[in-house]
């Protein structure tokens, strides 16, 4: 089985300052396909989970450009710019190269100083 | 605008089953190539997958679960249906229905369900 791996778990941040979350899956996730299924999802308080990004990079529909996602093989970052009041809520990495089975991270939670 | 909303009773006594459906508005369930699943989150935890169902009645579970749960498909209603038997009160969770886009995961997400399992 495939463990995801967030850290750190909470993460105090100043508004208008950069933040980063690292994710690590203990098996790499390049599917035989050539391509790299890792998710990142936002859940902002009382609400339900939102994709940010899929395919290690890309970007949803509508989300902001400061949200950008790295990485490869087993280690992968999510990185906001700039933190802004709307980006608090808490974080999780989603393996789907191993499809049909999905494994979250426990979840990065990010809120302001 | 794709939208899966869930919808069941609150409450559930333990060791009984709970059932719950998803009712998807905006686009058919059938005829595409997504999945559709069910993911819950236990109050103030992480989120779990349960599983998955294609509209031709294909289904993938969750090993931890697997011997508790069955996943159905109604194309006439556009709906798929969970259930989750022998629960317990760590089955209490909120309980989401999405499509699943196969790697990319869950693209459209319903507003969730809480389920508490309580006598």
């Known amino acids: 089985d495939v463990v995801m791996t967030q850290s750190p778990l909470s993460l105090p941040v100043t508004l208008g300052q950069p933040a980063s979350i690292s994710c690590r899956s203990s098996?790499?996730?390049?599917?035989?396909?050539?391509?790299?299924?890792l998710n990142w999802f936002q859940q902002r308080p009382g609400q339900s989970p939102r994709r940010l990004i899929y395919?290690?990079?890309q970007r949803d529909s509508g989300v902001p450009d400061r949200f950008s996602g790295s990485g490869s093989g087993t280690d992968f970052t999510l990185k906001i710019s700039r933190v802004e009041a709307e980006d608090v809520g808490v974080y999780y990495c989603m393996q789907g190269t191993l499809w049909p089975l999905y494994t979250f991270g426990q979840g990065t939670k990010l809120e302001i100083k | 605008q794709l939208q899966p909303q869930e919808s069941g009773p609150g409450l559930v006594q333990p060791s009984e089953t709970l059932s719950l459906t998803c009712t998807v508005s905006g686009g058919s369930i059938s005829g595409t190539p997504h999945y559709w699943g069910w993911i819950r989150q236990p109050p103030g935890k992480g989120l779990e997958w349960i599983g998955t169902?294609?509209?031709?009645?294909?289904?993938h579970y969750n090993p931890s679960l697997k011997s508790r749960v069955t996943l159905s498909v109604d194309t006439s209603k556009n709906q798929f249906s969970l259930k989750l038997n022998s629960v317990t009160a760590a089955d209490t969770a909120v309980y989401y229905c999405a499509r699943l886009d196969y790697g990319d995961a869950m693209d459209y997400w319903g507003q969730g369900t809480l389920v508490t399992v309580s006598s």
């Open positions: 169902i294609f509209y031709t009645g294909t289904t």
């Open positions: 395919k290690v990079s």
């Open positions: 098996q790499s996730l390049l599917h035989s396909d050539g391509n790299t299924y």
